[in-house]
């Protein structure tokens, strides 16, 4: 599988997890993780939990969206399909130009999803590739990453 989708995904100053938990039984606490692991500027969306990791969450994509207006992002979306669609109508309501990718984890999408984020104009990483699995071989593509201790 191409690096080029997953490289230009990790150009990104920060990054958001969309449906990001403090279970770590669940794939929104694995990915906020990864992030944060790799040393990369991270915060969840959720709007149950104030923070995940000591660290401020969202509510929803919105205001994460607004607070880093000026920064080039990325986001990891882990909701259902449905939810899935949903926010990437509402980025399409919202004239959003600074997001390098959208990565939908396994899951998260069906083919509604799909079409609506590729008429985002953004970069689409779906097909059940995961940030768990792949991460690493985009940070690697483009020179960030880091020795994990």
Not at 65 to 94: C, E, G, N, Y
Not at 114 to 129: K, P, Q
Request: with cysteine; hydrophobic share 45%; glycine share 10%.
């Amino acid at each position: 599988m191409s690096l080029e989708p997953l490289a230009k995904f990790f150009t990104a100053a920060v990054y958001g997890v969309i449906g990001a938990s403090p279970d770590p039984k669940k794939y929104g606490n694995k990915v906020l993780a990864w992030y944060l692991d790799h040393g990369l500027s991270a915060f969840g969306v959720n709007p149950k939990e104030p923070t995940i990791y000591g660290i401020k969450s969202f509510p929803d994509t919105t205001s994460f969206l607004a607070q880093f207006k000026d920064s080039k992002i990325s986001l990891s979306i882990i909701t259902p399909p449905k939810v899935s669609t949903a926010i990437i109508r509402a980025l399409q309501s919202i004239e959003i130009k600074n997001i390098s990718g959208l990565w939908f984890q396994p899951g998260s999408y069906d083919v509604e999803t799909l079409i609506a984020a590729n008429e985002t104009g953004f970069e689409v990483i779906a097909g059940g590739r995961c940030i768990l699995v792949e991460g690493e071989f985009g940070l690697n593509a483009i020179g960030k990453l880091v020795a994990m201790e």
